[in-house]
């Protein structure tokens, strides 16, 4: 019995979590920057932005504790959140950025198998 009760809010969370994926601003700028080519200027951009969005975050929590609605600890957490994402996702474009030419690197350094010698 509480297995009927659970599905249509099982369903309900699952259609709401699908719509934020779809939509939600962070989730469109990590889909754009993963299908782009990874560059330096990209990745400097991702984490001066991941720095403003923690200075807002702090901004946003000091008006919380001098005396702002405490509704707005969710925007704090929204903002932590998202400085966290951009940040990770900073750092991702600089590995990927990194990568290949490592990759270079080591295989220029690998000596020919011994059949091709």
């Known amino acids: 019995m509480l297995i009927v009760l659970a599905i249509p809010v099982i369903v309900a969370v699952a259609s709401v979590h699908r719509m ?11 889909r754009m920057v993963r299908s782009a080519h990874p560059r330096w200027r990209l990745a400097a951009a991702l984490l001066g932005l991941a720095a403003v969005l923690l200075m807002a975050m702090h901004v946003v929590a000091n008006a ?11 925007v704090v957490l929204v903002l932590a ?25 080591v295989s220029s350094s690998v000596p020919p198998p011994i059949w091709q010698a």
């Not at 919380?64 to 969710?74: C, D, I, K």
């Open 64 to 74: 919380v504790s001098a005396g702002a609605p405490g509704w707005l600890n969710l």
């Open 20 to 30: 934020i994926q779809a939509v939600a601003p962070s989730n469109l700028l990590v």
């Open 81 to 105: 959140w998202d400085a966290i994402k951009v940040g990770f996702l900073g750092v991702s474009v600089v590995l990927r950025a990194v990568g290949p030419r490592r990759r270079m690197e």
